[in-house]
């Protein structure tokens, strides 16, 4: 029932930016925390920031000062402004987000199809 759709991916040269953007629907009751994963070609999936539900961020150290991140709840949206891109930024960017569907049920992970980003040098 529940769907996280990415939005904004696309290809920007080196020190460009790009705006990514996540929104859940569905059955939802409550979402805890959101956050962006990125998985570039042989390399593992890793987090690139999160946000929990009283909007405290994290960032992995590779993005930190250039990325930020931003959620709306009224709008169950989760955001990601990427700004001075390089290109080892390049990867497929997924949403994910831990969400209470509804009173009665628990928590689950959920996560979007993913967006490619593309940095050219």
Known sequence: QVQLVESGGGLVQAGGSL???CAASGSIFS???????????GKQRELVAGITSSSSAYYTDSVRGRFTISRDNAKNT????????????????????????????????????GTQVTVSS
């Open 78 to 113: 989760v955001n990601l402004q990427m700004n001075s891109l390089k290109p080892e930024d390049t990867a497929v960017y997924y949403c994910n987000a831990v969400i209470r569907s509804s009173s009665r049920s628990g928590m689950s992970d959920y996560w979007g199809q």
């Open 31 to 41: 979402i805890n925390s959101m956050g962006w994963y990125r998985q570039a070609p």
């Open 19 to 21: 705006r990514l953007s």
